[in-house]
């Protein structure tokens, strides 16, 4: 996978059935200069997680990201980079790729929908060990040393 110009670029010879995926890791900082991370829990997988989603025809993944985040935790944010990416095999047996964006909440309030039953605000040093999937405690090892998170984290 390749990064031009901030969008992620699926190579020709990608499987034909890879699932092409967004989300974010959505942050604020609160009193103090603290940094805490939107953790989602979905009850019919029953995981803690980011908010992610599929792709549309002809979206993009930033923008892909954008609308899952808004769709599962009703906040309009704003993309302050990339991420990375995670993949792996779906569980219906296909490869996946999320490509995943570090978002800032411009506004809204989650409310409790058909895919994500709670959101949690969780202070940065204890996401990690909030997070279901190996793949999303990696991710977020590599969030972690961003120093947009870093500059007022302390």
Same mark, same amino acid.
């Given at each position: 996978m390749y990064l031009v110009s901030? /969008?992620?670029?699926?190579?020709?010879?990608?499987?034909?059935?890879?699932?092409?995926?967004?989300?974010?890791?959505?942050?604020?900082?609160?009193?103090?200069?603290?940094?805490?991370?939107?953790?989602?829990?979905?009850?019919?997988?029953?995981?803690?997680?980011?908010?992610?989603?599929?792709?549309?025809?002809?979206?993009?993944?930033?923008?892909?990201?954008?609308? /899952?985040?808004f769709e599962e935790t009703g906040m309009v944010c704003e993309v302050v980079r990339f991420a990375g990416t995670t993949n792996y095999t779906h569980r219906k047996g296909r490869p996946k790729i999320v490509a995943y964006y570090l978002m800032s909440v411009k506004e809204g309030e989650f409310a409790p929908n058909d895919e994500v039953d709670e959101l949690v605000w969780t202070p940065l040093e204890q996401v990690r060990a909030n997070l279901t999937w190996d793949r999303d405690q990696d991710l977020f090892d590599e969030v972690t040393k961003f120093a947009e998170l870093r500059a007022q984290a302390s």
């Open positions: 901030g /969008e992620l670029i699926v190579p020709q010879d990608a499987p034909h059935d890879l699932i092409r995926a967004a989300g974010g890791i959505v942050y604020r900082f609160v009193p103090g200069g603290r940094v805490e991370i939107a953790c989602i829990y979905r009850e019919s997988r029953g995981d803690w997680t980011f908010p992610k989603g599929k792709i549309e025809q002809g979206e993009t993944f930033e923008e892909g990201a954008l609308r /899952e985040v």
